[in-house]
């Protein structure tokens, strides 16, 4: 082996005086440390957004619901909230009821989507997070107050302090609509979750709530926090056939799960793209092994006449191409390992130079570019591209093995 690498070295070194077939190997390089920057660093952001959906959207949005679907609301709640806490794929159960109606305010309109809580319970999902500590204050000393998301607020102008109402629809037994129940509210604050959240959620006490929607039990239907949210599906359908009421069962992925398929899909995307670019790069070391091979017959024939064998020859010219391969993957990894832990400062800096917006608060649920390192996105990437720069070197080492050093020589 060792012998395989001076030869690698010198065939390396004689390649380099031939500055096309430098250039090609210098390209090749280039193209696969790139490739495997590129592809580590958009992985990272993946998955930033992935954490960030975990933390700042499912921390509000219940990973499960389960609603009654009589009027009057889940029968002893407490009893059942009890029970369920017991299952270990549970860590907190609350009872809620959601108020869907318009919010008025000074003459405008705007769709609402009210979730009343128990205080006490609310911190758990983590909606004490998304709320100034002041208005949080305000909201837990006031029966009748109510947190906007700052879209709403933005929209009609509202301020902490206002009174707002909520026109409620009413719905008779014959399915005709009769005039609107209405309730009012003190503006406490806002909500700041990020995204179109903003625009239509808010949240209340729940006795006030339940009260406004004449649910008699005390509470519409049970909110879940599950130990793993991305098994919510599942867990919430054996929860709901095995609830002794009739009710209506559901999970985050109906509402937001396409966030979390776009995040996947991008991310079977990025690893396919990218890793086509460095298998693009690895047949430039194909092209300049192939070169190297025909410039090297005569000294090929040389080995094999001294007794080299084929072996020999093999290893020395996949070396010779690993070498260009290996070169590009650390500096890529390196870089990687670098820029991709600090990307969201890089983003944030050229974002104030430049005075532009890479993603827009009011658009997306966050605004700012999130990263998050993964060693085994790392080892992944680090992995395919050293292979394909194996099965790059195959081809050309084959070709020196089968060349006739009679031929080679008259040649």
């Not at 799960?257 to 793209?273: C, S, W």
């Not at 005075?355 to 085994?376: A, M, Q």
């Amino acid at each position: 082996m060792m012998l395989a690498w001076q030869l690698a070295q010198r065939f390396r070194q004689a390649k380099q005086k031939n500055r096309f077939i430098s250039f090609i190997s210098f390209s090749s390089t280039v193209g696969i440390g790139l490739g495997c920057f590129v592809l580590i660093t958009l992985l990272s952001v993946m998955n930033g957004f992935e954490r960030e959906l975990t933390q700042r959207i499912l921390s509000v949005i219940p990973h499960g619901e389960i609603y009654a679907t009589e009027t009057t609301g889940i029968r002893h709640w407490q009893a059942q909230q009890h029970r369920l806490l017991q299952d270990p794929r549970v860590k907190t159960v609350e009872p809620y009821t959601k108020i869907t109606g318009m919010l008025q305010f000074k003459g405008d309109l705007k769709a609402v989507e009210l979730t009343g809580l128990q205080i006490e319970d609310a911190t758990a999902p983590g909606w004490r997070a998304h709320v100034q500590d002041n208005h949080w204050q305000t909201f837990v000393s006031h029966p009748d107050a109510v947190l906007l998301g700052k879209g709403i607020a933005k929209r009609l102008q509202i301020n902490p302090g206002d009174r707002v109402q909520v026109l409620i629809p009413t719905m008779t037994d014959d399915m005709s609509f009769k005039a609107p129940r209405s309730v009012t509210l003190i503006v406490a604050g806002t909500l700041n979750i990020g995204g179109e959240m903003d625009n239509y959620l808010g949240m209340m006490h729940l006795n006030k709530a339940s009260a406004a929607m004449n649910v008699d039990s005390g509470a519409q239907g049970l909110r879940f926090t599950l130990a793993d949210p991305f098994s919510a599906y599942q867990t919430m359908r054996d929860i709901g056939y095995t609830f002794p009421q009739a009710a209506f069962m559901s999970d985050w992925t109906r509402t937001q799960g396409h966030l979390y398929n776009d995040i996947q899909l991008v991310r079977v995307v990025v690893y396919i793209a990218l890793t086509l670019v460095i298998a693009v790069a690895c047949f430039n070391i194909v092209s300049t092994l192939v070169m190297a091979v025909r410039e090297k017959r005569a000294a090929i024939a040389i080995l094999k006449t001294m007794g080299a064998p084929d072996g020999l020859i093999r290893a020395a010219f996949v070396l010779q191409g690993m070498i260009n391969g290996v070169t590009g993957i650390v500096i890529g990894t390196l870089a990687a390992l670098v820029v991709a832990p600090n990307l969201s400062a890089i983003v944030a800096a050229v974002e104030g130079a430049l005075g532009i917006s890479v993603l827009s608060g009011d658009i997306y649920f966050i605004d700012f570019l999130p990263t998050e390192l993964h060693g085994s996105d790392v080892i992944i990437t680090v992995a395919v591209a050293f292979v394909l720069c194996i099965l790059a070197t195959l081809y050309p080492a084959h070709k020196a093995v089968q060349s006739k050093p009679a031929s080679a020589l008259n040649g």
